[in-house]
Structure formats: C-alpha cells, structure tokens
C-alpha cells in the first residue's frame, strides 16, 4: 500500500542487484538530487514499459461490462430488501458509466429507489436529479416523477409535492393518449394513495438511520497557542537537528484534551487491500464495498451517495464541488495515472499530489534554495520536453537554512517571528532522514519517482493558475511556466522519505484502542528505531524498563507452584522467595497457560447455545486452577471473571454478573489504566448489569464514570455512548429526576 506493488518492487531490486558496488555507494551519500540524477540516468525503457504493463493490470478505465454487472447485483440486492448494499453496488455501477448515457441514469434512478425505502428522502432526490441529468428514459420518467412526489410528500413540502404531482399527472396522461400505456396502472393506484396522504398532511416521515455521513461533534481547542494557531497552549514547539520538529507539554495533560486540531495540507483515500490492488479486468467486478466504495476520494467524508469522476473509474466524491476542486488542483493530472499511482504506492501518489497543491512557484523556490545555484549542465528528459540545468556539486543546506542565503530561524519550518504555520513551508521542511534510509530504498523511491515524472513529462505540466474541467482540451503549458522533472523529482522524492516518519494515518477506531500493553518496550523501541529512526528516552519507557526487572511484571506473572509466592527469570524460573528454592520451566507454564486459555475460550460457546449452568461450572473449575499458578493481575484471571459475568448474565442473575465485572475491572485497570478504552468497555458492561438488575443509584455513578471515559475514546454519536445517556435518561425518570436529552431506550443485556 505504501509502497509500490512487490512486482515492482522485485524488478527494481533485480535491477539494484546488477548496479556496480560505486554506483551503489553514490545513493548511501549522495544528496537528493544527486540520487535523482543517478535514478535518470539508470532508468531503462525496459523498466519504463514493465511499469506500463503493471499498470495496465490496475486500471482505472470506465467498463462497461462491470457497470451492467454492479447493476444487476444491486438488484438482487434490493430484492431481498438490502437497500444500503443494493445502494453501494449501484454506486459502483455508476462510477464504470459513462456521463450522459442511459446506463449511468438506470445507475442513479436505481440507487434513488434504495434510498427512498431507507427514508434518505434528501438523497433519494438529489439521485432523481442527476438521473434526470444524464438522460433517463422518457418512457420511464413517470415511475421516477412518482418516486419524487412520494419523498416530496414526505418531506412536508406540501406546495412543492402538489406541483410535482400537478406535472406527474400531465405527463402519465399524454403517455397514455399516446401509446395506451397500460404499466401505468400501478403508478396510478400509488398516486391515488399519495394524493390521499399529501392531503393529510401528516408532516415529515421520521428517516431511517444510515450512515451516509458521519458528521461528529465539532471540538476546539480550549485555548489557543500563540506560537502555534492549530495548537492548544498546553504544548510548546521545539526542534533539533536530529528529531526536527516536535511538541512538548508545558503543564499537565488531561485524558481526552484536544492538543492540536490542523486541517492536513495533502490527503489521499487509501485502497486498502482491495480490489485495486488485484492485477486483471475480474477484478473490477468485486460486490463488496471497499474504504474507496464508501468515502469521499477529497474531503474523505463517508457517504454512500457517491459522485464519480467522469474520466476513471477509481475516484468518487461526495458533492459536485468536491469533485470539481478535486479535478481543478490535482485530479485533471491524476485521472489518466490512476493505474500508475496504485502500482507505485500511497508515498508516490501523497508526493504527487503534495507538489501540485503546493504549486510550481513554491516548490521551486524552496528546492533550488536547498540545492543552492545551478550550473548549466542538462539533466536528461522525455523527448519533447525544455531541457533542465543540473544542480553543481554543492551540498545541500542544512535544515537549519531557511532560505539558502544565511538567515536562520528558530525553527524549521517556521515563520520568520518564529511562529508555525500550516502550509508547504512547514510540511517541506518536515525531517526526510535521507542519510537514515537504506541506499536499495533510495534506488527503489527514487527509480519509481524518476518513473513518474517521465509519464508526467510524456502529457502537460499542470498549473494551478489555469483551472479547467474534464471535458476542455488538455493543452501543454508554455515553457516558462513548466516545472523540470528535476524539480519535481526531487521535491517528490523529499516527500516519499518524509512520509516514511510523517505520514498520519486516519482509521476507523476499532474495540481495542492504542495502548502501551500490546507492545513490549524492547518492540516499540525497535519499532520507532526502523521507522522513525528515533531512540525513544521517555520517563515511561525507563520506567517500564526499570519495571520488567521487576518480581510481578504490570502484566501479571506466573506464581510458584509451592509457596505461592512470585517466579522470576527467563527460560527457567525460580521462586522470588528465599525460603523457597523451587524451579520451574517457562515452556511448562505457557503450555499449562494455553491450555487453561483453550478451556476458558470454550465456555463462551455454552453460553451462546443456551448451557450457562454448565459454563459457570467450567469456569469456576477453571479460575481455581489458574490461581495455582498465575497472579492475580494476570489478564486470564480478568477473562475468566467477565466470562463468569457474562453466564450469570445469560442466567438473569445480574448481582452476580455485576460482582464477577467488578473483579474484572480491577485486572482490566492494573493492565490498561483508568482512562483506557477497555476500562471504558468493561464499565459499559457493568453498567448494563446493575440497570437490568435494578441497581439504580450505582448503575447512575457507573455510567457517569463510563460515559466519561468513552467520550475520551469516541464521537457522541458512538453507539455505546447513546446507550449509555438511554440508560441513564430511563433511570433519572424513574428516580423523578429532571430527564437527559436522549429517551429512554429498551431493556439492556451484558455484551463482551
């Protein structure tokens, strides 16, 4: 994904392998634009056509074949009344239609139906609309005229719906005078009974939840930094030469607070492991929904009412202005490389288009002020192209430097009055680590960027100053205003080496968040050295450190069979009492564990068909044996008690059930801490036992303590959070208190 596809990767390796040991040496010192100059001139129009082959195999052309295909599986999805599947497929149609045809308006008048059985009657419109624009069948217009007024009516937008069914009545009369039109019929019989219901006026129908935009709470900074608009006062910003740029607390943090809210500069959906990354035509007709299928390819905003650019297949936008903002500053030269950009990887595409956000002017100035003045020697280009002075010998300023003529501020990056800015000066002069970087990485980074630009140079340069649509002639820019490969080249690869240690991944949070627990501090060390190359020094790495030498490690140990007391050691363990000189081998503990954790893992397919007596018996069976041989703190001991709590539950018995959670909390807070999403998940538990059993003045304190904890972790929109502030609203009313902003909700049951 980051990286281009291992074909690529394993040709450019071949070709490393074949370089002579000096041509090798020249990329572990040489600058980045000495590394560009070696990738142009070591760049082989063999390798120029095995790209095009690799990426001929991930196009992004428009198929008219897999349109018909998303087509019809979006109809054997919508009869079986899977309305959102059948929508996302018929989005997928659309994105493989041409503009203006009848495929693309079938496409469009479909997914309206969908959205019109999940009450999205906004969106149900807005797709009536674009059918309509792109040419829907006048013989079929009755049916979608109907569907109109249906959500018109809906709506409440009474005097809208009498016009729409004013003209709806107009047009079914001259299709019948003409042709007799007997499939009229039903749609008569529906407008019958809608005509009786716009009479009614019953106001809006209540929509269906979908999710077609996840629109979260707006937070902002509490108070803003004055040295850093984007940041919280909380933090300062320092820098040195070798982590670069970097934020400190200046007091006290608390869980949940908001440090730095800043809009990113460049973003760029990723594919994921999906269909795109499949070489060949099937692999286009894949039914499930990718992260490409359901967010905007701009903004990055999630909605299944998609609008696809109309030269590829791979871009899709929520809105027409983000697809034309999108097409004005980068996607008009992205569009035709589409299959290029998925061979070559996530670096090389977020490098592309960082550079042409950013704009020639900018990106050249800032270059050549790191390359110092050029000389007049040329760089070799695509045929066709200005030729392009080389950069003399001179080293490249240090990052120090701001502007190649001595000045130095505070900070790289930063204004001259010592102020940060979002814009490209700060994102450029982000740390690249070229020295850091493996020589074959440089090759591999650098032959791929070289690559690029040549398949750039074979078409225009783009401008941001001259803004035009998908339909207008792509005509080549004057010389004047045509960046060099060179400069291109060498800004982008700058990129592709900064992303290894800068780019920010946006996910979907999952059930278990970040946290120290899951990662060893021998690993995450290793870890931020191979990718950050950065030795981590921290008070909570020594201290974990200092910790692991410890009898009873945080995460729970293995106990002495005999005296009970804490083993300590590696491959053979002894006890940590003196008085006790037993010895026991680690393997024989890990298997005992495994074992014990296979048997704990088993109940929970008892309680789920039913045998939840049985299952309590198990793993009160278990917990005793588990207590011969580990801790306490151990995490298995916390399983074993939210099992328990989950069969008592199973068994109506929720004292029980809410008794074994709070054993299971203390484990889950010795682990993961009192501001843990797991802590949050474990005290959802146990909120949901003492409201079912009535519990009322404890279950109000826990879901307080909950709902804090969550909110740290989630949006307000979370379904754990709204069940909680249901819960809550429901208990207030029966305790005569004033009630919270949610209803209350149904009778609750303990999930894990």
């Not at 040496?25 to 000495?34: D, Q």
């Not at 709506?155 to 299709?175: P, W």
């Not at 039914?287 to 390819?297: I, K, Q």
């Not at 960082?354 to 280009?381: D, M, R, Y």
Request: proline share 6%; with cysteine.
């Amino acid at each position: 994904m980051d990286l281009p596809v291992e074909e690529w990767q394993s040709h450019v390796h071949r070709r490393w392998l074949q370089l002579p040991p000096s041509v090798q040496g020249a990329f572990s010192t040489g600058a980045l634009h000495e590394i560009i100059l070696h990738c142009s001139a070591l760049l082989q129009p063999d390798d120029e056509v095995f790209l095009q082959r690799l990426a001929e195999g991930y196009s992004v052309e428009k198929d008219p074949d897999a349109c018909l295909f998303y087509k019809e599986e979006g109809n054997k999805a919508f009869q079986k009344k899977a309305y959102e599947a059948a929508a996302i497929l018929y989005s997928k149609g659309t994105s493989h239609a041409r503009p203006n045809t009848e495929e693309m308006s079938l496409c469009l008048a479909n997914r309206s139906a969908a959205f019109f059985h999940l009450a999205q009657y906004e969106t149900c419109l807005e797709d009536i609309g674009r059918a309509q624009t792109h040419g829907y069948p006048e013989q079929l217009q009755p049916k979608l005229m109907l569907r109109e007024a249906e959500c018109l009516v809906a709506l409440g937008r009474q005097q809208e719906a009498s016009l729409a069914i004013h003209v709806l009545e107009q047009t079914m009369a001259a299709q019948q005078a003409r042709t007799g039109a007997p499939h009229l019929q039903a749609l008569q019989r529906r407008l019958r009974h809608l005509k009786t219901r716009a009479q009614e006026d019953k106001g809006p129908a209540e929509a269906h939840p979908i999710t077609l935009a996840c629109a979260s709470k707006e937070v902002n900074l509490s108070a803003k930094n004055t040295q850093i608009p984007s940041a919280s006062s909380s933090v300062s910003l320092c820098s040195d030469p070798s982590r670069g740029r970097y934020l400190i607390a200046t007091k006290d943090v608390l869980p949940g607070e908001l440090l730095v809210k800043e809009e990113a500069f460049v973003s760029v959906l990723n594919p994921g492991e999906t269909q795109w990354l499949w070489p060949g035509p099937e692999a286009r007709k894949d039914s499930r929904a990718t992260p490409g299928d359901l967010h905007c390819h701009r903004c990055l905003r999630h909605t299944v009412a998609t609008i696809p650019c109309q030269g590829c297949s791979y871009a899709k936008y929520c809105s027409q202005q983000c697809l034309q903002l999108a097409w004005e500053h980068y996607h008009r030269t992205e569009c035709s490389l589409g299959g290029t950009l998925l061979t070559l990887g996530l670096f090389c595409h977020v490098a592309l288009r960082t550079v042409l956000l950013a704009g020639f002017e900018v990106v050249s100035k800032l270059v050549k002020s790191f390359q110092g003045t050029v000389n007049s020697e040329a760089i070799p280009v695509p045929e066709g192209q200005p030729p392009v002075e080389k950069p003399n010998t001179q080293p490249i300023v240090g990052e120090k430097d701001q502007d190649g003529a001595g000045s130095r501020s505070p900070i790289p990056g930063c204004d001259r009055d010592g102020s940060y800015q979002s814009a490209y000066y700060a994102l450029f002069h982000l740390l690249s680590h070229t020295e850091d970087h493996s020589p074959e990485h440089k090759f591999l980074c650098g032959l791929s960027i070289v690559a690029l630009c040549k398949k750039l140079g074979a078409a225009y340069w783009p401008s941001p100053l001259r803004p035009q649509g998908p339909s207008e002639q792509e005509a080549a820019l004057p010389t004047e205003l045509a960046p060099g490969p060179s400069i291109w080249a060498v800004a982008m690869l700058r990129h592709v080496l900064q992303l290894h240690c800068n780019a920010q991944g946006v996910t979907a949070l999952q059930k278990a968040g970040p946290h120290e627990c899951r990662m060893d501090v021998a690993t995450r060390k290793q870890k931020l050295r191979s990718q950050y190359f950065f030795d981590c020094c921290c008070q909570a790495c020594q201290d974990e450190e200092a910790h692991r030498a410890s009898p009873t490690p945080k995460q729970g140990g293995f106990r002495c069979p005999t005296c009970k007391a804490v083993l300590q050691g590696e491959d053979v363990l002894c006890c940590s009492s003196g008085a006790c000189m037993a010895l026991v081998s680690r393997a024989h503990l890990m298997g005992q564990l495994q074992d014990l954790q296979q048997r704990v893992e088993a109940t929970l397919e008892l309680i789920r068909d039913g045998k939840a007596a049985q299952a309590v018996q198990l793993l009160s069976g278990c917990q005793q044996e588990a207590k011969n041989f580990v801790t306490p703190e151990h995490m298995l001991m916390g399983e074993i008690e939210d099992h328990l709590a989950q069969a008592y539950a199973s068994l109506g018995d929720w004292p029980k059930s809410a008794a074994h959670l709070r054993k299971s909390l203390q484990v889950v807070e010795a682990q993961h801490g009192p501001a843990s999403v797991e802590i949050g998940h474990e005290l959802f538990k146990l909120a949901q036992a003492l409201f079912n059993g009535f519990a009322i003045t404890e279950a109000l304190s826990v879901i307080e303590k909950a709902e804090k904890v969550l909110s740290i972790h989630y949006n307000p929109e979370n379904e754990q959070v709204q069940e909680l502030q249901q819960m809550k609203a429901c208990l207030q009313e029966l305790l005569g208190l004033p009630a919270g902003p949610m209803a209350s909700g149904p009778a609750h049951s303990v999930h894990t």
